[in-house]
């Protein structure tokens, strides 16, 4: 039956031929489906249309009968659509006028559609309900097509003549008949030519018997209708329906004007209306004013203004700024903004007329003919549209549509070739929004308009200089071009611009087809056949628009050897030499067509304007016109030569590069087959390519910036000529009619110029003209023009090409050009990264750079290039000699780099390591090169230090011969530069694990005589080279026996690493207990699981299927959910049986992680779908969790069931990870993360069930991920950290009233902390763990921003699991600074601490800080009243160490004593007393007694004093004013040494550092009684004392170290 309906929808029934016929009840159903989607909203009827147009043009024949029976099927329904719902009869009217308006229906089928809708709207609305609801189903309908009524005339007179219509919608009507006037005027109707069969219309005769009798059509007799008209058209039943043919559309034509605003259309005599303007008198000092305005005197200006001008000439006076001043000044927008703003109220209409008369301008530049081609129009609207933005955007004003629409205009000039003005105007609009608080982005008006930008740079040929205004766009505005959504759609509705002779586009038609044509196979072949290399020769000039470039360009013969590494790719096979000197060319000329406009105009315009200004004021005096052309002609060609070669230089690297790798990768394609697709290429394919291209494109860089600065040379002079020809005319008519030299005396006119006024008398100008020597001024800028040789003739070229390739392939020549063009990218590209880098560059290490960069990229390169070569041994001596020469070059320019750039060192080695694998006797030569290295000054012999280390390291040099060289150097201690050198060299080398000790047993042996005091010339050697010679003897047996230091163990060379035990604050048995955690939890899940009935999994998995489809289907439905919830209850006791309830949870956890990691997929990763199912099921579980009594018990009852969930979830968890681990599997913490994720964001948002114990909700979670903090499961480390950051219940905890959250997210970062602090002190980080650390930082960085308060009051416990080598992570604790508390510059040089009133407040701590001290707090708090024998300091040093009974100090406890014995202090003093009698106290006797430890002890008790130096507060007070006083008390040298140290190394970190860190210091060194600088360790070498200094100038005003005696 309903098949037959795809006969009217011109389906050809060939397509289907093939096709197995479908059954009816299965069609039937489909289109019931898709019907059943829409009356559901879960498609709209637009997306049905669109797919109702896909199936009536599909090949599947179940498609059409689908298409078909949705056709019949909504026809059928007719009859009933008065009883149709409100919201279904919408639907119904939307998709029924949508088929019309698509031309889905057609023929006989589109004249029963349309009598369906005028019958509908024939019935009276108000009659009865059933009639209103058929009216209402004509309009839904009629709305959707009536865009297409213009069509049927006769069908639009049956709806006007509808008298209800009529009177209720009058708009409409007349919309009607306004499209009826215009049919009839074009005559479209009668003059329509007959459609071809098939024609999707109906003929006007046919429209009245169609729309005459009545509508019967019955479901039984559809059919039979339908089939009935399958035949001819004409003998359908209905009255000679027809075919007929639209008239075809009119082609779109892009109108430039229209719909964009008042600016641009208004009439024409509204913007001549001339503006009254004030008496001369008042009109001169107006213009005297504004003349005289400047920055500083704006105010004064304006109450001169307000007296002189009425505010009804403030029309004239805003279209005389608009028109004289903004428009030509852009430089001064600045200050006519202040100028406006002095105004204040009086100014307002002033604002008003200057922003309609920037409107009136805007649309009379914007209509102009010359617009396009007239440099300086443009440069009036790119100043009008600076002004527009700053003075309506950048105040928060906006640009309304009605007065200029931004965005059309955007899309109009783009179709009428307009961009090159309107793009650089509607930018500088939208600059402005940059310092707007309203239209910066992410404002959606704004973003918009950047979607349009963003479409229009992708247009391909657009012009540079366009595409330029957009990026200098998006750089002001603070946006990246690719995260801008792209408006293609858009744009792609719109007129197609015709590229020919456009000036938006800089069109490649002939550049573009000569290489696809040179490029192509058939060219190629059929060149060869008839007449092979001539015929191409001759061709070759012909590809590029600049003459004869071809004989200009160089190309590498070599490059091809990149390609051959590459086996079996795309490269090696179609690229060829012959290819490339074809492509090059091309790929040149392009380049330098695209760039040469813009920087040639913009370096011409500067150059002129500088040279006319120049050359007018030294040559006033001179009448010699002939001298003052050459000067000017010399000096201008100079300026814009030298302008346009910098400017140049970059662009055209890039767009050679570019334009090269385009044309090759059309070349690949076109010989692949696959021209309407690109060819996919590998990752080193893709980098062989990329290197070809650079090396290319350096090749011929010179001779593209040759061309370009010839090109800005020759227009300066043609221009500047044109410029000073009235000043030349001017001085010859003078001198050959009045017989009398010219001089130019308006230079003096004007008493208010500078110049030449206040110029010294040699230089102001005399008549007379210049003299020599200063005319040599002039001649200087005369240079020989650089002019571009061509390369040898193609037969030499060619000859010399067949010899070098066959002594290649005879000798396997090394490729020495391709090296040198690696090392030169390479030495580009760490540039360029460097420079990226700005402050931060010297950070760079290689080690940092991942190995897809190109710079590890590069170095790689290196053994492919050279890989003909084969074994080393085969080099021939003229191979060796090349290395040797480029390496020595190498290690010249190393010698030449600034030590901050590591990166650019590193990078070199790395190349000469590479390059020694290929020539080993590089190796045995650098040693010796090495010897000749400068070394006369420090910085000099810094850079030698750090190159031999690095060369060491690499393996370059043999450390036995530099061991040797360096002793002998030292001449046992007598040359003490070189003993410096020695010992910093040793130092370094062990510290960093470069070479161990025994490895440089002649060095060891110098440092012994030194420190020992045994060398021959002892006396001659000073006293602090011995003290540096004997500490680092001291560090290197400290390293090779107890390893107490982490960088002694780290260049140990027999001593293991240690263990994670060992390295952890925490005793073994503690980090046993919670390593071993995970299997105690796994084994009490298992002997759980072992209780379960046979089929438990089967039926929770049936359960969760269940609740998944409910879910889908009710969402939302809460009574639906809340039943499920009761059945769960009833049937399975889930929320009343503990066991059940337990069971329930883990075995439905332990369901939907298999199910989710079972769908992972290597595209699309993992499905949560049914994760997300479950969690929203466990938190209904937890909201709907009710079983009576008082709100309180509720609560109970609801916390106790989140405690039920999340303690199933982590034991499962712990379980499948410990499973994992066992079996060595991989475990994937993803599905877990997802699961834990969705709870806390599900339980945390705003739901009035929970808001009274959010709290509650957000300390059980801190509970559950302190049970699987990472030492528990290390495997979901990442995950718990996102967990325990996220904002849902990181700031929860942190907001919760009366800090109820603080102690549970206080043990969530000691559990980061204790997991990671092992792993920093072992200095080298996996990969993993120095992401882990990032994010580490990122936490706590958030935290010091915005929970200041928490972490200070915590510091103590947070220092006592930070590792003393991670000085960073310590100081951005140290310096959170509590909410309220002032900030007080301690540089400033009025700086009292002692009379700030914050340090008179004790700080907040909220950490245990007794806690460690109960074993001994009684006797400690005795001794501190003076109730306890002195001999208590001495049992005190034996209770501050570890347990373990080993002699290291408990730093834990150390920090707790120096806080609390210090907080005693400070209650027995008051603050202003605090300085004078600090020494006479017990805790000041104790801190004394503690620096007699040794030197690691007294580093722990130093660094707990350095704790509390922290923000302004009595604390920080007292701790200064100790530690200073020991510095000034000590009478050991090494106590104030070790002071210093501590202070230092917490300085010369990045910042932040503590405020009190900065004070302390900053008092040490500046007073004079601490006499710092007289301290020999503070000069003991070279380096130490330049890090003095350093840190020295940063911590206090210029010029205060040399005032304090530091500095040279």
Known sequence: MYPNIATLT???????????????????????????????????????????????????????????????????????????????????GILFGLLIKEQLVSSITLGIALRYVLEALRKPPNQSPQSGKMFRFGMFALEQFKERLHEWPQYCSHIVQIGHLREGYAALVGEIETAMDDNQSAGSVSTAPTAPTGASGITESSVGSVLGGEISVPSSSMGGFVSSTTGSVGSAPLGGLGKIELPPPKPKKAVFGPGLGRAVNAPAEQNETQNEAPPDQILDRVQFLINNLSISNCAEKANDLRDILERRYFPWLGNYLVVKRISTQPNFHTMYLCFIDSLGEYGKGLVDAIIASVYVNVGKLLRSQKITTSTSERSLLKNLGSWLGQITLARNRPILQIMLDCKELLFQGYETGMLIAVTPFVAKILEGAKNSNVFRPPNPWLMGLMGVFRALYNVDDLKMNIKFEVEVLCKNLNLKLEDISLRNVDLSKRVPPVKEKNPDFNLKSQSAAAPAAALSPDKTSSGASTGGDSAKSDDEPQQTVIPNLAAYVQVNPNLTQLFEQVQGGPLSTHITLDLLKRSVPIAVDNAIREIIQPV???????????????????????????????????????????????????????????????????????????????????????????????????????????????????????????????????????????????????????????????????????????????LLVYEAFQRIPRQPQPTQSSSESQSGQSTGDASNNSSGQLNMNAISAIALKLDKTVETLLNTAGPRAQEISLAMIPPEHEIKQLIAAIPRVVASVGDPSSLSSSDTDSILSFSQGILKRIYEVDLSQRLRLEALIALLEMLNKICPQLGRNIGTWTKYAPTKTDAERKLHRAVLLLLVRSDLIQIGDLDAHLAKSADEGRDQVWLEFLILFVRAATLENIVPPAKMPNMINIVQLIAEDRAPTSQQINPAFRKAAARLLEELRNSLSSGGDARGRQASPVRARPSYEESSSMSPTSVKQLTDASLVIAKSSLSLASNDPPNAKQNVTDILVNWLRVQNEAAGNDKILAQFLQLLQQKFGVGSSDDETERFLRLTTEVVVESCVKSADATKGLRYDAIDGYSKLLSYLVIHMNGGGTSEQVTQQRLGMLNKVLGCITRSLVTSHEKAQQTNAPWDQRPWFRLLLDLVCELNTPNQLLDSMKSSIVNVFGSAFHVIQPLVVPGFAFAWLELISHRML???????????????????????????????????????????????????????????????????????????????????????????????????????????????????????????????????????????????????????????????????????????????????????????????????????????????????????????????????????????????????????????????????????????????????????????????????????????????????????????????
Not at 59 to 74: K, P, Q, Y
Not at 660 to 668: C, T
């Open 1290 to 1608: 990181l700031s929860n905890l942190l907001l919760a009233k009366d800090q109820k959250g603080w102690g549970v997210m206080h043990q969530l970062l000691i559990d980061l902390f204790l997991f990671m602090e092992p792993h920093l002190r072992k200095l080298e980080l996996t990969d993993a763990l120095k992401k882990y650390y990032d994010g580490t930082l990122r936490v706590i960085l958030m935290l010091v921003h915005d929970f200041p308060t928490f972490l200070a009051a915590y510091h103590l416990s947070f220092c006592n699991v930070i590792p003393e080598n991670c000085v960073q992570l310590r100081n951005i604790i140290l310096s959170a600074t509590p909410k309220g508390v002032p900030f007080h510059d301690p540089i400033n040089r009025n700086f009292k601490i002692d009379q700030l009133p914050e340090i008179s407040q004790s700080p907040l701590i909220l950490s245990n800080v007794v806690g460690p001290l109960m074993s001994f707090k009684n006797e400690l708090d005795n001794y501190l009243r003076g109730q306890q024998s002195p001999e208590f300091l001495n049992i005190l040093l034996s209770q501050l160490r570890k347990e373990d009974n080993s002699k290291e100090l408990d730093a834990p406890k150390v920090n707790s004593v120096v806080l609390y014995v210090g907080m005693q202090g400070l209650a027995r003093l008051q603050n202003d007393q605090i300085s004078s009698n600090l020494s006479r106290t017990p805790e000041m006797e104790l801190f004394q007694k503690l620096m007699e430890l040794d030197d690691r002890g007294r580093y722990i008790i130093l660094n707990a004093f350095a704790n509390q130096l922290r923000y302004p507060s009595s604390h920080t007070h007292y701790f200064s004013c100790v530690m200073l006083f020991l510095f000034n008390e000590s009478k050991d040298e090494g106590v104030k040494e070790q002071i210093t140290r501590v202070l230092l190394e917490r300085l010369i970190t990045q910042r932040p550092h503590p405020w009190g860190l900065l004070i302390t210091f900053i008092e040490l060194i500046k007073n004079t009684k601490y006499q710092f600088w007289n301290h020999s360790f503070t000069r003991c070498a070279t380096e130490i004392e330049k890090v003095f200094e350093n840190v020295a100038r940063s911590c206090m005003l210029p010029g205060a170290v040399a005032a304090t005696g530091g500095g040279d």
């Open 600 to 774: 040639v105009e913009r370096s011409v315009s500067i150059a002129c304007i500088t040279s006319k200004a120049i050359v007018t004021k030294d040559f006033a005096m001179e009448g010699d016109e002939n001298k003052m052309q050459k000067a000017a002609q010399l000096m201008v060609a100079n300026l814009a030569g030298s302008l346009a070669l910098v400017t140049c230089r970059e662009p055209l690297h890039s767009s050679i590069s570019t334009h090269l790798r385009q044309i090759l990768s059309s070349a690949i394609n076109d010989a692949t087959g696959n021209s309407s697709t690109s060819t996919q290429l590998g990752e080193l394919e893709k980098n062989a390519l990329d290197q070809c291209c650079a090396i290319c494109s350096t090749d011929n860089l010179e001779l593209g910036c040759r061309l370009i600065e010839k090109a800005a040379t020759e227009k300066a002079v043609r221009k500047l000529n044109d410029t000073i020809a009235p000043a030349l005319t001017l001085r010859k008519d003078t001198r050959e009619k009045k017989g009398q030299l010219y001089y130019d005396m308006s230079i003096f006119g004007s008493e208010n110029q500078r110049y030449p006024r206040e110029l010294p008398d040699m230089l102001r100008p005399k008549p007379g003209g210049l003299r020599p020597e200063q």
């Open 10 to 92: 011109n389906s050809s029934s060939s397509n289907n031929a093939n096709s197995p016929p479908n059954q009816p009840d299965e069609i039937e159903e489909a289109a019931n489906a898709y019907f059943q989607k829409i009356y559901a909203s879960e498609e709209s009827a637009r997306e049905v249309v669109e797919m109702l147009k896909r199936f009536k043009t599909s090949g599947s024949s179940r498609e059409n009968d689908i298409f078909a029976c949705m056709i019949h099927n909504l026809f059928d329904e007719y009859r009933f659509f008065s009883k149709y719902p409100e919201k279904e009869l919408r639907i119904t």
